[in-house]
């Protein structure tokens, strides 16, 4: 089976990346392979479903840039393709007067990377986007939005097929064989043959680069989030979406309330290392990828850095009433039982030899290839313009 591409991973990346190309190429051969029975199965699917603004990302960044780009494509694609989304802003409180400096910070990196609209938001006017919520100073960023990316993802494929792609389930890359003019994609059931292979596997990305021969210097470590939902009548209490000042040593942004565009308010996430790349329940364990990681040098680097902020988060996983006094700092009133467990997700994130967690998206360019190799938030919101990137790289190599 002889393709011009051949895509791995059903994620939203891998699906903007095919559209892309399909639209660069109208006729190229593509064909995309999901290991899994449906697409958008692991970190496209288990995410919250913010449409990000950009306010947190370093200017000039792969992830300010495409974030921005991005978030302007995603909008306009729903609004091209009637998919249901809503710009209703978030709040960035600090909530107490020792988090008003990286407030600060926040708030002249969001007017770097052009966001003019936002605003700060004095003690006495959170009220008035947030009545529940605890604070001494916030940024208001009315960019922030809500969407359901699954069916991103569904509309795209529609769009892929209709252009004249195919896609493919249950097709897991067991084998890739590279040779000087084509690479050769091996699964269970057949062999793809393409001059040009884009590496979309999140997860795993990691592993089929170096399936595919590359000798790489990161490793996907995965980091699972766990979230609650607010009991419906306990809903009133966020109106939007509300988020903590975040660590800026620490690549996850805390507890936070969001709105969920089907009316859920979720609570979470705290940010745990995971036993199982896709290890969704505390009982998910593959003994060979947790000693992988912790063998990482560059993991054992990160938890001797980060032990104490780790054992937190794993105290808040078991423990119940911890996980609700750390979203009591943002709203007091949440108690215990107004929680209730909602779906986990996984992370992939990149961390490198020397201990590095990777901040910015990861992409590296071979003659026959093209690897994603760390693209964790704001990855779904940034997903078109990532897409025409790889799109654009790729179609290079097949002039």
């Known amino acids: 089976m002889k393709y011009d591409y051949v895509i791995i991973g059903g994620g939203i990346v891998g699906l903007a990346s095919a559209y892309h190309i399909l639209k660069l190429q109208p006729h190229a051969k593509l064909v995309l392979l999901e290991k899994e029975p449906a697409l958008a199965a692991h970190q496209t699917g288990?995410?919250?479903g913010v449409i990000h603004s950009g306010i947190y990302y370093k200017p000039g960044s792969l992830k300010a840039k495409n974030c921005l780009?991005?978030?302007?494509?995603?909008?306009?694609f729903c609004a091209e393709h009637g998919i249901k989304f809503d710009l209703c802003g978030k709040l960035i409180v600090a909530v107490n007067d020792d988090e008003?400096?990286?407030l600060e910070k926040l708030y002249n990196r969001g007017h770097e990377n052009g966001l003019?609209?936002?605003?700060?938001?004095?003690?006495?006017?959170?009220?008035?986007y947030e009545?529940?919520?605890?604070?001494?100073?916030?940024?208001?960023?009315?960019?922030?939005?809500?969407?359901?990316y699954t069916e991103v993802c569904e509309k795209l494929a529609?769009?892929?097929t209709n252009m004249g792609g195919d896609i493919?389930?249950?097709q897991k890359a067991e084998d890739i064989i590279v040779e000087q003019d084509y690479t050769q994609i091996v699964t269970p059931f057949n062999t793809f043959i393409t001059s040009t292979l884009v590496n979309c596997a999140g997860l795993y990305c990691d592993k089929v680069a170096e399936l595919a021969g590359e000798k790489i210097d990161t490793k996907i470590i995965p980091f699972r989030g766990e979230y609650f939902m607010l009991k419906p009548e306990k809903r009133y209490l966020v109106k939007n979406l509300i988020y903590p000042v975040p660590d800026p040593n620490f690549p996850f942004l805390g507890v936070h309330f969001t709105r969920m565009i089907n009316g859920d308010i979720e609570a979470g996430p705290n940010a745990v290392f995971a036993f199982k790349r896709e290890g969704y329940l505390k009982s998910d364990v593959d003994l060979e990828e947790m000693f992988e990681s912790l063998a990482w040098p560059g993991f054992q680097k990160v938890a001797a850095k980060y032990w104490k902020t780790g054992i937190g988060e794993f105290y808040r996983s078991f423990s119940k009433s911890a996980f609700t006094k750390a979203l009591q700092r943002l709203i007091p009133e949440v108690q215990e039982d107004d929680l209730i467990p909602a779906e986990s997700g996984v992370r992939a994130q990149a961390c490198d030899r020397s201990g590095g967690l990777l901040d910015d998206f990861k992409i590296i360019e071979r003659a026959n290839a093209i690897h994603v190799l760390n693209a964790p938030s704001p990855a779904a919101t940034s997903s078109l313009s990532i897409g025409k990137t790889i799109a654009d790289l790729a179609v290079k190599k097949n002039r």
Do not use: C, R
Not at 117 to 127: D, G, H, L, P
Not at 133 to 142: C, D, F, Q, R, S
């Open 46 to 48: 288990h995410n919250s």
């Open 69 to 76: 780009d991005g978030y302007n494509m995603m909008v306009d």
């Open 100 to 102: 008003l400096p990286e």
């Open 116 to 128: 003019t609209k936002i605003t700060y938001v004095n003690k006495e006017q959170i009220a008035d």
């Open 131 to 148: 009545p529940h919520l605890n604070g001494v100073k916030a940024i208001h960023v009315p960019y922030t939005g809500i969407i359901d």
């Open 158 to 160: 529609e769009l892929v």
């Open 168 to 170: 493919y389930l249950n």
